[in-house]
Antibody, heavy 118, light 107 residues
Framework: QVQLVQSGAEVKKPGASVKVSCKVS????????MHWVRQAPGKGLEWMGG????????IYAQKFQGRVTMTEDTSTDTAYMELSSLRSEDTAVYYC???????????WGQGTLVTVSS | DIQMTQSPSTLSASVGDRVTITCRAS??????LAWYQQKPGKAPKLLIY???SLESGVPSRFSGSGSGTEFTLTISSLQPDDFATYYC?????????FGQGTKVEIK
């Protein structure tokens, strides 16, 4: 069984960057396709990007291109999502989730609240 | 991007009711659709994939149907644990997109 444990809540100022981690257990990160989905307060789900197993590359939603970087440390089975140039609209819960064949999401982390406020 | 539209946005129902939620895609997505359940303060939970395949461990009162542009999620007999928000997600074309959600409330 896959378990995903994310890092704790963050408070950042506008213009700063945040890096959220997602520790995998039960499987190795190389066996999984990791994605990131966010949810603004009271709003719906928004896919940010993730690993495409067909191409072997990380793909990003165009909305976040240039501001988001998703990386993996296979030695510790930990995935990371870094979002830069934060603005108030980036206040959200950020989830890591494993993509089954890179498509739908079968396992989810518990979420990390990122608050952007001056 | 493919737009996913769910209806209704809110649904009031009683325990034991049959509940149907609709999800429409702005273009054909074949059967590449998933459904999720989310409870307040919790991560989403996968219920259905490929439009009608039940995820392991999900109660059989949940079912999905449809193809092309119109899809439904049905709960055959609503249980107290089913009061939650439900989302559809297409994975036919990048970027993967979700519906806006349907909140199932107690009547």
């Amino acid at each position: 069984q896959v378990q995903l444990v994310q890092s704790g809540a963050e408070v950042k100022k506008p213009g700063a960057s945040v890096k959220v981690s997602c520790k995998v257990s039960g499987y190795t990160l190389t066996e999984l396709s990791m994605h990131w989905v966010r949810q603004a307060p009271g709003k719906g789900l928004e896919w940010m990007g993730g690993f495409d197993p067909e191409d072997g590359e990380t793909i990003y939603a165009q909305k976040f291109q240039g501001r988001v970087t998703m990386t993996e440390d296979t030695s510790t089975d930990t995935a990371y999502m870094e979002l830069s140039s934060l603005r108030s609209e980036d206040t959200a819960v950020y989830y890591c989730a494993t993509g089954n064949m890179g498509n739908y999401f079968d396992y989810w982390g518990q979420g990390t609240l990122v608050t952007v406020s001056s | 991007d493919i737009q996913m539209t769910q209806s209704p946005s809110t649904l009031s129902a009683s325990v034991g009711d049959r509940v149907t939620i609709t999800c429409r895609a702005s273009q054909s997505i074949s059967s590449w659709l998933a459904w999720y359940q989310q409870k307040p303060g919790k991560a989403p939970k996968l219920l259905i994939y490929k439009a009608s395949s039940l995820e392991s461990g999900v109660p059989s009162r949940f079912s999905g149907s449809g193809s092309g542009t119109e899809f439904t999620l049905t709960i055959s007999s609503l249980q107290p644990d089913d009061f939650a928000t439900y989302y559809c997600q297409q994975y036919n074309s990048l970027p993967w997109t979700f519906g806006q959600g349907t909140k199932v409330e107690i009547k």
